[in-house]
């Protein structure tokens, strides 16, 4: 059983307990700080402008071109196991497969989720599906779960930016990349990040806004993730010293 201690020191029953709890302050967080819908929808109309000035506003292009029973129901699909099925699958899987990887991957989602909550309390921003422009809910479509009406008592519905669908897909992609051997599962493992991006699109949950300030934050997460590490070297280093008399 010792393979199965947590690189902290941690077993693995109090490491996933540790893990949950941050979930639920996470969630709680993001619920509490709910914006104003009429707030939501400016900073909205905001980001549709500046997609359009830099002709990047393709959402509901994308969506039009994906608009086929097949490819709806799995984008769809996808956003969701994104989140809930696909980030603590791989959690567990580098816990056993991987544990440095792991320890990379778990301080990065912990980092980028302290950072986020911020950003969604100061700028709620409507998602496509909610800012009025013509964009479909495929999820509440063809996943069987509604993103709208009384299950938006259990998340905030205006947290579009940053999207973290997207860049805890893009973390996972890199970190399996470095967990597994062969080269068809490294090329495999990084596209997962692109599909991702492309469903939150073409599902009507994000702007191309979203997924850039997604890979930002994670970004930022990730070199916060490493910071107490870091820290510790020197510190370390110096205990490691022997004494010159």
């Not at 540790?18 to 996470?26: E, I």
């Not at 699958?89 to 991957?105: D, F, H, N």
């Not at 579009?160 to 860049?167: D, E, I, N, Q, T």
């Not at 399996?176 to 469903?199: D, E, H, I, M, Y």
């Amino acid at each position: 059983m010792a393979r199965f201690k947590g690189l902290s020191g941690l077993g693995w029953a109090r490491e996933l307990l540790f893990f949950l709890a941050a979930y639920g302050v996470y969630n709680l967080a993001r619920w509490v700080f709910v914006g104003d819908v009429d707030q939501a929808q400016e900073h909205a109309r905001w980001i549709i402008e500046l997609e359009r000035d830099a002709g990047l506003a393709i959402e509901g292009s994308v969506q039009g071109a994906l608009d086929s029973g097949a490819a709806t129901f799995l984008l769809s699909n996808a956003y969701l196991a994104a989140q809930l099925a696909i980030l603590p699958g791989t959690l567990i899987w580098l816990y056993r497969r991987s544990p440095e990887v792991y320890r990379v991957l778990r301080n990065t989602v912990l980092a980028t989720w302290l950072i986020a909550v911020p950003i969604f309390a100061i700028f709620p921003v409507a998602p496509p599906r909610l800012a009025d422009m013509g964009i479909a809910d495929t999820v509440s479509q063809q996943a069987g779960v509604a993103l709208t009406g009384h299950s938006t008592m259990f998340y905030n519905p205006f947290a579009a930016v940053p999207s973290l669908h997207v860049g805890f897909a893009a973390a996972i992609s890199v970190a399996l990349a470095f967990a597994v051997g062969p080269r068809w599962a490294k090329a495999l493992a990084l596209l997962w990040g692109p599909l991702v991006a492309l469903s939150v699109v073409a599902t009507g949950n994000h702007y191309l806004f979203d997924i850039a300030a997604g890979l930002a934050v994670t970004g930022l997460g990730f070199a916060a993730g490493r910071l107490p590490r870091r820290l510790s070297r020197p510190l370390a280093w110096g205990r490691a010293q022997p004494t010159v008399t």
